[in-house]
């Protein structure tokens, strides 16, 4: 061990006042006290939200040729498909007033942001395990920025989709803003579900297994390749119990202006996310306190 | 007077252990058919965080990893934490940095802390080592800003400046470990929690380690934690030392030596 200079002057530390650096960071930790969202919390660490949504962002296309490109090429690979395998083989596309392409192409941009976003969110925790055992932070910001990267790939496929609809000279109409709260709505959806995955993989990590099944699924039961006016009408109450099917048909409605939205689908979907996501929430932050230990 | 760093009341730590029906032990948890029969018999209380530290099968039994921990440190001090393993050094260091969530009792901390338990957390083997620096600064803590003013400095302290640009799963892992320690050596944070495995590299990089830790207390106020097992480490760095045993503190002193001397003492833990 090379010699370093160990000569201390005798400092009653004690007896310091405190230096001016650490005041206004102080944190009261009690095992006895409990918040459901450490919104407070959450905004100090804000600048870690963003760097961990940048990282997730630069690592995912990094060694790839298309780069990019992928997130154009997704979507728009998986629209021709369903066009052609719904529309045309299964005759799906019979006496349908709008281009089914860009039918299939407004439900295909919002099922793959929720369908990668909920894939994102409930991996984040067992993805980032090595930060989660050994640095603290508000354990939320890990679902909600591998949420983040999501929404450039959603900008993409929107690029992709004006251009479908100048393609097919789908009118432009003013419905056209309700995206966004829609887009929210399938965030806050897949927000909720994903939290709940993410806190029960840590634990059974069966659920990285069933979780890709379960999406798999999850296409065939929402109108994504074909319209939800094709089910029955005595059966559409049921059917809409899947809340991606309301916000999907909300999707149709918004880009597609001869298209019809039936409306209790939608508020079924608003009222079971709602759900879902506090459940989600709850379970996740209840849970949280174990995270590192098992992780 | 309020002008503690950390300040530790009542703190305890405690894990369960599932005994198996064949006498193994397991850390216990929990178990999928038992989580799936308390959550539906009762949804809204499996819900609940008390309700999981409240239900408890007679086959597990309670394991205090910390029990009645009670101090304070303050700004500007150089702490080392010892003990044999299992005394709940490393329990402790991670229930101070909030990884883990104390069980009873209360902690209050003021300054920000930070915690180094290991050589380049949150480094992404795809990154440069430009960017691993912004983004390890960012999850050690560190505003993004600070990190740029400092840039430079971390660089130069790492000396890997040739290989900025090149993604650190190429780097060797000397100079993984230097850039890492590099980064941790110059965060702004005031409270520095260190395990010993970040004083890494060959003796030369140690010891330029250690005399930095040195120099940000003396200088700059900061305070700082130490775990290590190697006596010499302890000595050369810190005047004060808490000595645990079977999650207790059994010494609290600044005499180092008869700290030391307490330690090594002690049969080792099973």
């Known amino acids: 061990m090379p010699e370093i200079e160990t000569s201390d002057p005798d400092i009653d530390y004690s007896q310091r006042p405190l230096p001016e650096r650490y005041k206004g960071h102080r944190v009261d930790v009690d095992a006895a006290k ?122 993409i496929s929107m690029l992709l989709l004006v251009v479908l609809m100048i393609g097919y ?28 995955v993410a806190a029960l993989n840590v634990r059974y990590r069966d ?57 209790p689908g939608l508020w079924i979907s608003i009222i079971l996310t709602l759900g879902i996501c506090y459940i989600g929430i709850r379970f996740f932050r209840s849970s949280e306190s174990w995270f590192a230990d098992i992780i | 007077m309020d002008n503690f760093a950390i300040r530790v009341e009542n703190l305890g730590k405690k894990y369960r252990i599932h005994h198996l029906p064949n006498g193994q032990k397991m850390p216990g948890y929990s178990r999928v058919n038992e989580d799936i029969t308390r959550m539906l018999k009762s949804p809204f209380k499996f819900l609940s965080k008390k309700a999981h530290e409240e239900h408890k099968p007679e086959t597990d039994e309670d394991f205090w990893a910390l029990k009645d921990l009670d101090f304070t440190i303050y700004p500007g001090e150089r702490i080392g934490v010892i003990g044999r393993n299992g005394a709940g050094k490393s329990t402790l260091l991670k229930t101070l940095s909030r990884i883990v969530t104390p069980s ?8 920000r802390l930070a915690s180094l338990l290991e050589v380049g957390t949150g480094f992404h083997p795809e990154l440069t080592g430009r960017e691993n620096i912004f983004l390890n600064g960012s999850i050690l803590g560190m505003a993004r800003k600070e990190i740029s003013k400092k840039f430079d400095q971390i660089v130069e302290f790492s000396g890997v400046e040739r290989f900025l640009d090149t993604p650190v799963k190429r780097y060797s892992s000397g100079m993984y470990v230097r850039l890492a320690f590099s980064v941790a050596a110059h965060l ?59 999650g207790r503190v059994l010494t609290d002193t600044t005499d180092v030596d008869a700290g ?5 003492a002690q049969t080792p833990a099973k």
């Not at chain 1, 000279?169 to 709940?196: E, H, I, M, N, Y």
């Open chain 2, 260 to 264: 030391l001397t307490l330690m090594e």
């Open chain 2, 188 to 246: 702004d944070s005031e409270i520095l929690i260190v395990d010993e495995v970040l004083a890494v590299g060959d003796k030369e990089f140690q010891a330029k380690s250690l005399k930095k830790m040195r120099e940000l207390t003396q200088e700059e106020d900061r305070t700082i934690l130490f775990v290590s097992h190697d006596s010499e480490k302890i000595r050369s760095l810190c005047g004060r030392v808490i000595v645990l045993k079977g």
């Open chain 1, 169 to 196: 000279d789908v009118a432009f109409t003013w419905r056209l803003f309700c995206l966004v709260p829609l887009l929210l709505l399938a965030a806050t959806l897949s927000f909720g579900v994903g939290t709940l």
């Open chain 2, 104 to 111: 009873t009792g209360r902690m209050t901390i003021q300054g």
């Open chain 1, 207 to 263: 659920f990285k297994h069933i979780l890709p099944f379960v999406v798999q699924i999850g296409l065939y039961i929402t109108p994504v390749g074909f319209s939800s006016d094709k089910v029955p009408d005595a059966w559409r109450f049921v059917y809409s119990l899947n809340p991606m099917v309301g916000v999907v048909d909300g999707f149709r409605w918004a880009i597609l202006d001869s298209a019809t939205l039936y409306w």
């Open chain 1, 34 to 155: 409990y918040q459901m969202v450490p919104w407070a919390e959450i905004w100090r660490f804000r600048e870690l939200f963003g760097f961990l949504a940048w990282r997730d962002f630069i690592v995912r296309y990094k060694q790839t040729a298309v780069g990019i490109g992928w997130s154009l090429l997704q979507p728009l690979l998986m629209m021709i498909v369903m066009t052609i395998v719904f529309g045309y083989f299964a005759g799906l596309a019979e006496g349908s007033t709008v281009p089914y392409a860009v039918m299939v192409f407004s439900g295909v941009i919002v099922w793959q942001f929720f369908s990668q976003g909920l894939t994102n969110v409930a991996m984040s925790m067992t993805n980032n395990n090595a930060i989660v055992a050994k640095i603290y932070f508000p354990r939320l910001i890990l679902p909600a920025s591998s949420l983040l990267v999501n929404l450039v790939d959603f900008a």
